[in-house]
């Protein structure tokens, strides 16, 4: 089994990196918040692997932290999730926000993450509940406080636009702390203009 990867990234796509190592490029399956914190092309990198098997597949999956990769492996221990949908769940929410949400019971936090219905966010809750320790290591962020209700639909507005989870929520949060309006529309226009 492949645990770690250390080599040049040759290319990295939103949901996918290729990593040079020793002559050999391996495909990696990665969620949007590895993706984010990849250095360019034609950089060394670093990254820890999960191999998933099956007797027509072989495909890896990659994370820039342990704490990502245990949370990959308990949500493809829930029942109904695969890898590509916990990859799909890995990239709605941050590590950190995953286990804070699974932690509070939050179904409605969970069903805004595509791909994950109520029974699938339940189930998550039910079998995830008791087994996710506190996030740790250097690369887990700390828990973040939730969004209102206003500023979860400006969330959702922005991303409808096109704009990456990570980078809208950054731009929610630091339109909200600018002093703007907490009414969607001004929320949403201060956040626009935010958004990188």
Known sequence: MIAVLRGVLLEKHP???VVDAGGVGYELHIPITTYTHLPEAGSEVRLRVYTHVREDTLALYGFLSQDEKNLFEKLIGVSGIGPSLAIKILSGLAAAELITAIRRGEVERLV?????????????????RDKLPAPAGEAAAPPVP?????????LSALSNLGCARPA???????????????EFEPLFRKALELVR
């Open 15 to 17: 949901n996918q990196a």
């Open 112 to 128: 805004r993450i595509p791909g994950v219905g109520k029974k699938t966010a339940e189930r998550m809750l039910l079998e995830l």
């Open 146 to 154: 939730s969004l209102s209700e206003i500023e979860q639909d400006v």
């Open 168 to 182: 809208a929520e950054q731009a929610v949060r630091k339109a909200k702390a600018s002093g703007a309006a907490a």
